[in-house]
């Protein structure tokens, strides 16, 4: 039984349909706006329940997670994107970024970790660009290596309760948010990859349900790559 939130996102979709495909109870975080899209994307599974969240409402976050419930592991895929340079960055919108990419995930992290069973795990989607950054993606890398840093605290508070808390750092993969770059800046994206391509999503998946599952219960506080060679330098 897992909680994936950003069920609609391009890596929160492939990462729910994988759990749902081989028979896992998935709760899907969705956001208000696509409640609909989604039930239509996911009706087929009699095992998807869609729950709304929303990053920027703590109080969304807090009925969400309560309405799933007790689970194995909660998977936090949300967020938004902004990119730019920092010289041209509105505070307001500065604000607004960090309320959803950082306070609402360390909001939900911590709700979602209330309602684990023993043994259940908490994951958080962030980037390769924390380790190797690219021009104009200051505030988004930033929110990324908050969360992570928070993850590891979590890692050490939830031990002892025989919970688990570890990062994904992921490379470029086929999603809208990569489709919608500016060319440039994709193709210096992609001139990062050794073999030219995106990274494979049954690289992603087959990860995932390792780091859920019972043979990597010493696994905690980690960041674990999957990025097909983009930090390599």
Same mark, same amino acid.
Not at 91 to 95: R, S, V
Not at 158 to 166: D, I, K, M, P, V
Not at 187 to 193: F, L, S, T
């Given at each position: 039984r897992v909680l994936v939130v950003g069920a609609m996102g391009g890596i929160g979709?492939?990462?729910a349909t994988d759990l749902l495909a081989r028979g896992f109870d998935v709760g899907l975080g969705i956001r208000a706006?696509?409640?609909d899209a989604a039930t239509r994307l996911f009706g087929q599974w009699n095992s998807a329940t869609i729950v709304e969240i929303e990053l920027a409402d703590p109080a969304s976050i807090i009925s969400g997670v309560t309405q799933f419930g007790e689970a194995d592991a909660a998977i936090l895929c949300a967020g938004t994107a902004w990119f730019g340079l920092?010289?041209?960055q509105d505070?307001?919108?500065?604000?607004l970024f960090f309320r959803v990419n950082v306070t609402g995930n360390m909001i939900l992290a911590a709700e979602a970790a209330k309602f684990l069973r023993p043994g259940g795990s908490l994951i958080y989607i962030s980037s390769a660009g924390v380790i190797r950054p690219m021009r104009g993606g200051g505030p988004y890398v930033a929110?990324?290596?908050?969360?992570?840093?928070?993850?590891?605290?979590?890692a050490l508070?939830?031990?002892? $309760?025989?919970?688990? #808390?570890?990062?994904l750092s992921i490379g470029p993969f086929d999603t809208p948010m990569s489709r919608s770059l500016p060319n440039k800046a994709k $193709?210096?994206?992609? #001139?990062?990859?050794p073999n030219g391509k995106f990274c494979s999503w049954a690289s992603l998946t087959s990860t995932i349900r390792m780091l859920i599952g019972e043979d990597a219960i010493s696994i905690t506080g980690a960041v674990v790559t999957?990025?097909?060679?983009f930090t390599l330098g």
């Open positions: 979709r492939e990462v706006n696509r409640i920092t010289r041209n505070p307001a919108d500065l604000e929110s990324r290596a908050a969360v992570e840093a928070y993850f590891r605290v979590l508070e939830l031990a002892s $309760e025989g919970l688990r #808390a570890n990062v $193709e210096r994206m992609m #001139a990062k990859m999957v990025d097909g060679g």
